[in-house]
């Protein structure tokens, strides 16, 4: 692995877009959810915490008159979420968020004393039930592990449903070889596809066929933590 994992964005989109900057929020996760007592009442005022398993490092957030939190800005990856508060049963749940969706998780406290813990162990799939957002993220062990022409990242795009490849250029030109990073996504032309890095903009403008690649950075394969491939019903944070 390299210094540093990128995260990356690929979306296939049915306009052309012009080349504008998209928030660099867009390669972390968020977290929501609410908390109830057994009684089904929604509780506030209570703590949640968000504890990375690989860096554990915390994010809080407490809850409102709603019963809801909302924590932001997390790196991708395994978290214990643990709901503390004075006159109930402290509970917790293992996550693993992914790039992009917000994911939701809701707790039921039950009265007790403060030194009684429920721990649930198993980590389950989320839901996501807070977008509309399609897509699919390819995780890092896949990236690291599948089998890459020529160590080109961007052969993975096809692990997601309803892309196909397209290895020659839609402009005019004797280039055969097409450009790397040039799919059909659900019928859409390759060059209608928006590229994110890390957040920000990676869409190469030029019209030089003999350039052979749609972004400007190619990361190495190395250093890619992992990538969501969006398909359709995108949110305003892409831009």
């Known amino acids: 692995m390299g210094s540093k994992c990128h995260r990356l964005l690929f979306m296939a989109i049915a306009a052309v877009l012009s080349a504008s900057s998209a928030s660099a929020q ?27 398993s690989a860096t554990n490092v915390p994010a809080l957030s407490v809850t409102d008159a709603q019963g809801t939190y909302v924590i932001a800005g997390l790196i991708p990856g395994p978290y214990v979420v643990e709901v503390e508060l004075s006159g109930f049963n402290k509970t917790s749940r293992r996550v693993d968020l992914d ?6 998780v809701d707790f039921k406290l039950t009265v007790g004393a403060l030194e009684q813990n429920i721990v ?17 993220v390819i995780s890092q062990p896949e ?9 080109n990242w961007d052969d993975l795009i096809g692990l997601a449903a309803g892309v196909q490849g397209d290895r020659y250029t839609e402009q005019a030109g004797s280039t055969a070889a097409g450009r790397t990073g040039g799919v059909n996504v659900h019928g859409v032309r ?10 920000l903009d990676n869409n ?6 003999q350039e052979l690649t749609t972004r400007v950075s190619r990361p190495s394969v190395d250093s890619i933590g992992e990538f969501n491939v969006v398909t359709s019903a995108y949110s305003p944070e892409f831009g």
């Open 99 to 104: 790039t992009g969706p917000r994911a939701r």
């Open 120 to 136: 649930v162990e198993a980590s389950s799939p989320i839901v996501n039930t807070e977008q509309a957002t399609l897509g699919t």
């Open 190 to 199: 390759s060059l209608q596809n928006n590229f994110l890095l890390d957040g």
């Open 143 to 151: 990236v690291a592990k599948l089998p890459l022409s020529l160590r």
């Open 26 to 52: 867009v390669d972390r996760a968020a977290l929501t959810g609410t908390v109830k007592d057994a009684s089904d009442a929604v509780v506030p005022g209570a703590t949640v915490t968000a504890r990375n």
């Open 204 to 209: 190469s403008i030029s019209e030089n066929v």
